[in-house]
């Protein structure tokens, strides 16, 4: 086994590598960006090495800086998080020329899910259910234009290299095609410099699915459930729950073997996601796969009781899956509020500063995924995440009860955040009943 681990990133996630690792047995070694001298994630772990100036792309960015200082501490292996380098398959190809071991899947498979419109043929091939689109790439409008007539309006346009909502647009008919595919194509070219674009059927008021799985190198690969993340604005997730009220026992057997087929299609290896469209009358269609842990795995490992960033190290290091298909019981009911330091009411606006007084909630069934603590400065830097508050009852109505409480209970003084907003989220009547699906932040923002 490792004997020391590099996270190559900062925050709540770096923390909860750290605390894994430590009940691992396995040292840890921090990098940090000159604004994060003080960070928790500094703090906590058994060596930090400074890597850089504030801005990511001088820090937490910098792949020679990361790599020397896992040369320099004398780490096994590197843990990148979420966000950052996490997806970044250059990075990783450094990392495997360099013999440190990469916690998380081959440089060849984040490049070939990386590229979402080989990821999409990949999964006809596979069989795996994927949204009526084009079948070549697509570089012109005009060729665009012939190929959203056959799918259908209306349609959606899609940067091969996107993901997370760049490089996109809907085009609702012909009229409006030329425009959507060229302002989708530039916004592909400034961000991706690649103006390879694919074209689907635009399916509308989905559910945001995504399966959790887990692979070995051996060929094994189980999936942990489903998470239901149709609570998102402008691409950023909001709320996320485990099980979706829209997922009966039936319908999440047959979309778990779906995402089975999709990692095994793509030779995944370690923990990943497979993200769905669910429509009203559960049909699904695979969207994307994420090669990377993800911010809302804690509500997962709540239903499923399983420790992702342990499974994650051991199958990293060669071990087998620690659990069987049928060794994975999903129990209750699990929800994640993501608190961020803003101000809805300006637009969610950003609000780092300095955090005067503090207290996070606690009890029963209630975890804190958090790297702030009073004193604390948060930097302009960086995601305006501060801590992620999760919850466990038996069922849909006690988590959201116990959410409720749990929000009742934050007090954060010095900094402005969305607790409050997210508050009224829980209490709204369509969240309450369950009727949820990617346009929900929408709606309810028209009628505030
Ligand atoms: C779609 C779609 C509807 N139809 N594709 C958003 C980001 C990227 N992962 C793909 N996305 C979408 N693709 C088709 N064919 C709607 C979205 C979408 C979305 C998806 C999940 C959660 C929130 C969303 C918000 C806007 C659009």
């Given amino acids: 086994m490792f004997q020391k681990i590099l996270i190559a990133n900062r925050g709540e996630i770096a923390v909860r590598i750290i605390r894994a690792c430590r009940e691992m047995g396995i040292e840890t070694v921090a990098v940090y960006s000159e604004a994060d001298a003080e960070a928790l994630h500094t703090q906590l772990a058994d060596e930090a090495v400074c890597i850089g100036p504030a801005p990511s792309k001088d820090s937490y960015l910098n792949m020679e800086q990361i790599i020397s200082a896992t040369i320099v501490s004398?780490?096994?292996?590197?843990?990148?998080?979420?966000?950052?380098?996490?997806?970044?398959?250059?990075?990783?190809?450094?990392?495997?020329?360099?013999?440190?071991?990469?916690?998380?899947?081959?440089?060849?498979?984040?490049?070939?899910?990386?590229?979402?419109?080989?990821?999409?043929?990949?999964?006809?091939?596979?069989?795996?259910?994927?949204?009526?689109?084009?079948?070549?790439?697509?570089?012109?409008?005009?060729?665009?234009?012939?190929?959203?007539?056959?799918?259908?309006?209306?349609?959606?346009?899609?940067?091969?290299?996107?993901?997370?909502?760049?490089?996109?647009?809907?085009a609702q008919n012909a009229d409006e095609f030329e425009a959507s595919f060229q302002t989708a194509q530039k916004e592909a070219e400034m961000a991706?410099?690649?103006?390879?674009?694919?074209?689907?059927?635009?399916?509308?008021?989905?559910?945001?699915?995504?399966?959790?799985?887990?692979?070995?190198?051996?060929?094994?690969?189980?999936?942990?459930?489903?998470?239901?993340?149709?609570?998102?604005?402008?691409?950023?997730?909001?709320?996320?729950?485990?099980?979706?009220?829209?997922?009966?026992?039936?319908?999440?057997?047959?979309?778990?073997?779906?995402?089975?087929?999709?990692?095994?299609?793509?030779?995944?290896?370690?923990?990943?996601?497979?993200?769905?469209?669910?429509?009203?009358?559960?049909?699904?269609?695979?969207?994307?796969?994420?090669?990377?842990?993800?911010?809302?795995?804690?509500?997962?490992?709540?239903?499923?009781?399983?420790?992702?960033?342990?499974?994650?190290?051991?199958?990293?290091?060669?071990?087998?899956?620690?659990?069987?298909?049928?060794?994975?019981k999903i129990s209750g009911h699990a929800i994640e509020v993501r608190i961020n330091a803003e101000r809805p009411e300006e637009n969610f606006l950003p609000c780092p500063g300095t955090i005067t007084g503090l207290h996070?909630?606690?009890?029963?069934?209630?975890?804190?995924?958090?790297?702030?603590?009073?004193?604390?400065?948060?930097?302009?830097?960086?995601?305006?995440?501060?801590?992620?508050i999760s919850v466990w009852a038996k069922n849909r109505r006690e988590a959201i009860q116990k959410m409720q409480s749990a929000l009742g209970e934050v007090i954060i003084e010095g900094v402005d955040t969305n607790v409050n907003y997210q508050y009224a989220l829980l209490n709204h009547p369509d969240f309450l009943a369950g009727n949820i699906d990617i346009e929900f932040i929408d709606r309810i923002q028209q009628e505030a």
């Fill in 74 to 170: 004398g780490a096994d292996a590197i843990h990148p998080g979420f966000g950052f380098l996490s997806e970044n398959s250059k990075f990783v190809e450094l990392c495997e020329q360099c013999h440190i071991t990469f916690i998380g899947p081959n440089s060849d498979v984040i490049r070939k899910m990386g590229h979402k419109a080989e990821a999409r043929n990949t999964m006809i091939q596979a069989g795996v259910p994927v949204i009526p689109g084009s079948k070549e790439p697509i570089y012109d409008a005009k060729t665009g234009a012939k190929i959203a007539e056959e799918i259908g309006y209306p349609v959606i346009v899609k940067a091969a290299l996107g993901g997370g909502g760049k490089g996109m647009r809907v």
């Fill in 192 to 328: 991706f410099a690649d103006g390879t674009m694919y074209i689907e059927h635009f399916v509308q008021h989905p559910r945001h699915i995504e399966f959790q799985i887990l692979a070995d190198s051996y060929g094994n690969v189980i999936h942990l459930g489903e998470r239901d993340c149709s609570i998102q604005r402008n691409h950023q997730k909001m709320i996320e729950e485990s099980p979706s009220a829209a997922i009966s026992d039936t319908l999440r057997e047959k979309m778990g073997q779906a995402a089975i087929k999709a990692a095994k299609a793509a030779h995944y290896v370690n923990a990943g996601t497979i993200e769905f469209l669910l429509e009203s009358n559960e049909q699904f269609y695979f969207m994307e796969m994420n090669t990377r842990i993800q911010v809302e795995h804690p509500i997962t490992e709540w239903i499923t009781g399983i420790d992702l960033i342990k499974e994650q190290i051991r199958i990293a290091d060669g071990k087998r899956l620690s659990y069987t298909q049928d060794q994975v």
């Fill in 360 to 388: 996070l909630p606690g009890g029963k069934g209630v975890r804190i995924d958090s790297a702030i603590y009073s004193g604390y400065t948060i930097p302009p830097y960086y995601d305006s995440m501060i801590a992620k």
